[in-house]
């Protein structure tokens, strides 16, 4: 069964500055990698998603995600944060055999963004 | 526009009063499911279906019941609703095809006293 861990349970950071968002899971097959955002009082979006081909995907608002396949890690990352970024962030999985029935997701990540 | 609708948005209820939550894409997907998020723990699938009148349980269905009768709805039913059901409910749906991108509702906030 899959697992994911998102390592920061909240990222404070000041607008402009570059930010990380860490994610690892933990899967015996192959499989495809997203992260969604949810801003305050809203549904989740879909930011990127990882299927194949290149480590490096661009999403949407600038955020970029980087597949590491040997440290099982899937990290988000923008240069510079706008205090519109604030929001939760989840990453998850879904293993390509048998991944119609679900996503797995990480626990979240809050991300503040102080003027 | 293609969404996923959910009603009500938020709810307060007593505990043991039968609700039901729905939910309703126009999509045509063939997938659904239905999500709680807590504090801390994440979106956690409570029961998925497959296609009407397939339906199958995710990782915490207790207390829950779900039916499929057309494609485009998948209500959520809590026949004797308790307080640690109070939590952010979402839904979702999807395509049958990889790499089966969900797609949520804008949540029901429910609390059971």
């Known amino acids: 069964a899959q697992s994911v861990t998102q390592l920061d349970s909240q990222v404070p950071v000041f607008e402009e500055a570059p930010v990380e968002l860490r994610c690892n899971y933990s899967s015996s097959v192959s499989v495809y990698l997203f992260w969604y955002v949810q801003y305050p009082n809203q549904g989740l979006q879909l930011l990127l998603k990882y299927l194949s081909g290149s480590t490096l995907v661009k999403g949407i608002n600038g955020f970029e995600a980087e597949f590491n396949k040997s440290q099982t890690s899937f990290h988000l990352r923008k240069p510079s944060v706008h205090i519109s970024d604030t929001a939760e962030y989840f990453c998850a999985v879904s293993d390509q055999p048998r991944g119609a029935q679900k996503l797995v997701f990480g626990q979240g990540t809050r991300l503040t963004i102080n003027p | 526009e293609a969404q996923v609708t959910q009603n009500p948005r938020y709810l307060i209820t007593v505990t043991g009063k039968k609700l039901t939550v729905t939910c309703s894409q126009n999509m045509n997907h063939e997938y659904m499911s239905w999500y709680r998020q807590d504090p801390g723990l994440g979106l956690r699938q409570i029961y998925y279906?497959?296609?009407?009148?397939?339906?199958d349980k995710g990782d915490v269905p207790e207390g829950y019941k779900v039916s499929r009768k057309e494609k485009r709805n998948f209500p959520l039913i809590l026949e004797s609703p308790s307080p640690n059901q109070t939590s952010l409910y979402f839904c979702a749906s999807w395509i049958r095809a990889a790499p089966y991108e969900q797609y949520f509702g804008p949540g029901t906030r429910l609390t059971v006293t």
């Open positions: 279906s497959m296609n009407v009148e397939v339906t």
